[in-house]
């Protein structure tokens, strides 16, 4: 993908998520399943709940889009951006 100015752009798969604090994480770990062929458990510290996929958006894009949004944003930074595997 290209942006208008010409520059290589990737685009991250973004979604609306919230993250688990640390106490849930951990709670959550002891019913996580073991990893095997059929499993693969990620770090941790990326355990999440998906609230709405958005699909594939050019990284530098998610600041401009999230200031045109009608609500504050709840965080200094609502959005971190990340691949997924």
């Not at 752009?9 to 059929?38: M, N």
């Not at 355990?47 to 699909?55: I, K, N, P, S």
């Not at 709840?74 to 997924?84: D, E, H, I, L, Y």
């Amino acid at each position: 993908m290209t942006t208008d100015d010409g520059v290589l752009s990737t685009p991250v798969r973004a979604f609306f998520a919230i993250y688990p604090d640390e106490a849930a994480r951990g709670e959550l770990a002891d019913v996580a399943p073991e990893e095997s062929d059929d499993v693969r458990v990620s770090d941790m510290a990326d355990w999440h709940v998906t609230l709405r996929f958005l699909g594939p958006v050019r990284a530098e894009a998610i600041p401009a889009w999230w200031a045109r949004r009608r609500v504050p944003s709840p965080v200094s930074r609502p959005w971190r951006c990340g691949s997924a595997r």
